[in-house]
């Protein structure tokens, strides 16, 4: 019989170890799954992880992993603060959609009018949309102790349905010949997030993105609040007997997180989206939850989980267009990394023991 058994101190080597771990086995299982499913498993994770860097068109594909991974990195910075402080904001998806929404409304208010005002105003719509947004459950549960984790997710649905009524009302574009969607805002220079260095990659929400992982890297290694964040997170008891006031970190945390999911989807559709529509690019505030917990809730750790996660949709768009591999199958692929990751997180305070079935009786 296999057993857990509590390790007296955490293992710091598969605390280390574990997302590496994490990623050599969803290579193992995903590979699996493709052979399962009829593919050349060596093939498709070559595909996946070599041809976005290394292959024939990798100039054209290494700028996407900029622009992929900045709004998963910019959202999961903010979610991993709320983690640390056992705050769990799961409907940052919500927050993105709700950024892209009052980010895009500011600009078009202004169509066409050209002002170097627009944009930065863009910036405060998207960042106070996802705020907001993210202030329900904040104000929920600090006020009637609500789940955090059930109202912002049900609130991710509220958000999907404003953002067809608003593709298909309010923002359509009243020259778009009936079609959904508002203007593309690619077309509209002062609301548009344009590249700062052509074929780069690099736009505004890259930049931010970046500034962003230096921020809470400072916030948790240098500031009296980060460590207020992980007192809480780690011995809430402690927190309370030191003072901290558990409301307004409720309220920054979650706050905060809004804030920068906000600004990852007004960057997105003012960049490479570019309009509002029922077919927005989604999905990158459910994703930021593997790459905080990929990069071990550190900004560094984010930083380059977020560069993972981004190979892995590139070189996922590569498999179903070269090798014909069903989509899901590339979901099922990238929510094996939190799977895994999850599973060998548990040997970092467990360790198997064998034992025989009379010595687990006598124990019961």
Sequence with gaps: MIRLEKRLQPSRAFAVAA????????????GLLFAILG????????????????????????????????????????????????????GAEGQYIMGAICGAGAGLAFYPTESVFIFPLMILAGAFGGWAWAMIPAVLKVKFGTNEILVSLMLVYVADNLLASMSLGLLKNPEGFGFPGSRNLQQYASAHNSELIANSGMHLGVVTALIAVIFAYVLLARHRLGFAIRVTGEAPRAARFGGINSSRLILFCLGLSGALAGLAGMFEVSGPSGQISIEFPAGYGFTAIIVAFLGRLHPVGILLAGLLMALTYIGGDIAQSQLQLPAAAIQVFQGMLLFFLLAIDLLTNYRLRLTSGDAVKGAA
């Design 19 to 30: 997302p590496l771990l994490a990623v050599l086995a969803t290579m193992v299982f995903g």
């Design 39 to 90: 593919k050349d498993p060596v093939q498709s994770i070559i595909t996946i992880f070599w041809e976005p860097l290394f292959g024939e068109f990798a100039f054209y594909y290494r700028p996407q992993l900029l622009i992929k991974g900045a709004p998963l990195v910019l959202i999961a910075i903010g979610l991993a603060l709320g983690f640390k402080a056992g705050i769990w904001n799961i």
